[in-house]
């Protein structure tokens, strides 16, 4: 009986998404290279990013933080799709090295940053149009980090802010707190094909 290949890589609305099966992420993994807060992966969430951004073009996306990058895949699509200036910031360095292998497998590079969302200072945030993170709040602990980053975003005057998620509780928390300070709503979103993914995405405008 004949062995059924191993799927290496996905395309999703214009870049290629490579999988744990890819070559060049299995080089990375046979170096132990581990990360170890849940950056281990491309996360659905990154892909109801990429469908929001594809279906409501940023009026402002010249230069886009990704925050919590892991892999990296949303800042890599903004560069790619959108042209943007991409910062990807992790507190794990050890994503960094997949961050590499999914930007040069799509032919684009990003800034990279370690640093956790509580470092991210205003005079760092002003230098940006868009910050945009996906699957962020997975801990009741990030709560009060990333809602302070979203109000320090604000305050800083990036224009506009996304947060997606597969809608864990404390992102509703994060979303509470932000529509009651900001311009803020929850946008239910879904992906079905190619990349079947569910959740909603809080959107902020500062503009
Ligand atoms: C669930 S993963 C999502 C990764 C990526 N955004 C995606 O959708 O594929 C969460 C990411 O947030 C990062 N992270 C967790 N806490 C953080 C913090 N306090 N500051 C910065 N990054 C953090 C983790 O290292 C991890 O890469």
Redesign the pocket.
């Known amino acids: 009986m004949s062995k059924k290949k191993a799927v290496t890589e996905r395309r999703f609305r214009g870049i290629t998404i490579p999988t744990k099966s890819h070559p060049a992420i299995r080089r990375i993994r046979r170096q132990g290279i581990e990360?170890?807060?849940?950056?281990d992966?491309?996360?659905?969430?990154?892909c109801l990013?990429i469908d929001y951004l594809h279906n409501n073009p940023p009026e402002h996306s010249k230069r886009v933080l990704?925050?919590?990058?892991?892999?990296?895949?949303?800042g890599i699509w903004c560069a790619r799709e959108l042209g943007s200036k991409v910062t990807s910031?992790?507190?794990?360095a050890d994503?960094f090295p997949y961050l590499q292998a999914a930007a040069d497998i799509n032919g684009v590079s990003t800034k990279q940053l370690v640093?956790?969302?509580?470092?991210l200072n205003k005079r760092t945030l002003a230098k940006y149009d868009m910050l945009i993170?996906?699957?962020?709040c997975?801990?009741d602990d990030?709560v009060d980090?990333v809602s302070n980053l979203v109000n320090r975003a604000v305050s800083a005057g990036v224009k506009q802010i996304l947060i997606?998620d597969p809608e864990r509780s404390p992102f509703f928390d994060v979303a509470e707190r932000a529509m009651k300070r900001h311009c803020a709503e929850i946008v239910e979103w879904k992906t079905r094909s190619p990349i079947k993914s569910e959740g909603a995405i809080l959107v902020v405008e500062n503009a």
């Open positions: 990360p170890s807060i849940h950056g992966k491309f996360w659905g969430s990154s990013l990704d925050v919590g990058c892991g892999w990296g895949l949303a910031v992790d507190a794990d994503v640093s956790r969302f509580e470092k993170a996906a699957d962020v997975f801990w990030l980090p997606a």
